[in-house]
């Protein structure tokens, strides 16, 4: 069964902290991950999009990690903000013939505080 | 680039009423749109997955009769919630992709908050 689990459920940090989310996954065949930024009663906005063969992807202070072989992601924020608070969910597909199945993270829910 | 647009943002309905929802990409042609369901402190759960000009199709457990989707043109597509109960409350959110079955990125609405009384 192909599953996302995120970890941490929630966090707090003060501002201008950084902080790292991780993504494990069982996903397969894998296609790709994606991180998403969510804020409350809104959509998902992607941040980054990574394919096996990439190990770091940036996106100003946003920095997603791929580790294919162990199947772990990280999110990296630097320097936070409080309009960094929302909820970060990944998403990793999986490839089959031709059409892509996706399966969503439960997400991290992120609070950050002055 | 890349906007997705769903209307209404926030809808309160009676029980036994219907609802539509549209979700419109407003900058590119969607081939394939999805419906989600999210309910308050989880994730997204897909609903349905429509190509354009033909029906739409739905993940297991998701009743087709009472959640309509069309998706008639590249550009938009439906989602009917009939005869709705105060269960199917809930924040809907579609999203578009330029490529066949969500190969490509898919771009996100901002979603529509549905309350049945």
């Known amino acids: 069964k192909n599953q996302v689990e995120q970890s941490p459920q929630s966090l707090i940090i003060l501002e201008g902290k950084n902080c790292t989310l991780q993504?494990?996954?069982?996903?397969?065949?894998?296609?790709?991950l994606r991180w998403y930024k969510q804020d409350t009663g809104r959509g998902p906005v992607s941040l980054t999009i990574?394919?096996?063969?990439?190990n770091t992807k940036s996106n100003g202070r946003y920095t997603a990690t791929l580790d294919a072989d162990t199947k772990q992601s990280s999110l990296h924020i630097t320097a936070s903000q409080l309009s960094d608070s929302a909820s970060y969910i990944c998403?990793?597909?999986?490839?089959?013939?031709?059409?892509?199945?996706?399966?969503f993270g439960t997400g991290t829910k992120l609070q950050v505080i002055p | 680039g890349a906007v997705v647009s769903q209307h209404p943002s926030r809808v309160i309905c009676k029980s036994g009423t219907s609802v539509k929802i549209e979700c419109r990409s407003l900058?590119?042609?969607?081939?394939?749109m999805f419906w989600y369901r999210q309910f308050p402190k989880q994730s997204l759960m897909l609903m349905a997955t429509?190509?354009?000009?033909?029906?739409?199709?739905?993940e297991q457990g998701v009743e087709k009769d009472k959640f309509l989707i069309n998706h008639a043109s590249l550009t938009l597509s439906t989602l009917t919630v009939t005869s709705a109960h105060p269960e199917d409350s809930s924040f809907y959110i579609c999203?578009?992709?330029?490529?066949?079955?969500?190969?490509?990125?898919?771009?996100f609405g901002p979603g529509t908050r549905l309350l049945v009384l």
């Open positions: 999203s578009a992709s330029p490529g066949q079955a969500g190969i490509e990125t898919q771009y």
């Open positions: 993504c494990n996954y069982t996903v397969s065949p894998f296609s790709n």
């Open positions: 990574m394919t096996f063969s990439e």
């Open positions: 998403v990793v597909s999986a490839r089959s013939g031709g059409y892509q199945k996706v399966t």
């Open positions: 900058d590119f042609q969607a081939t394939t």
């Open positions: 429509s190509n354009e000009g033909s029906k739409a199709t739905y």
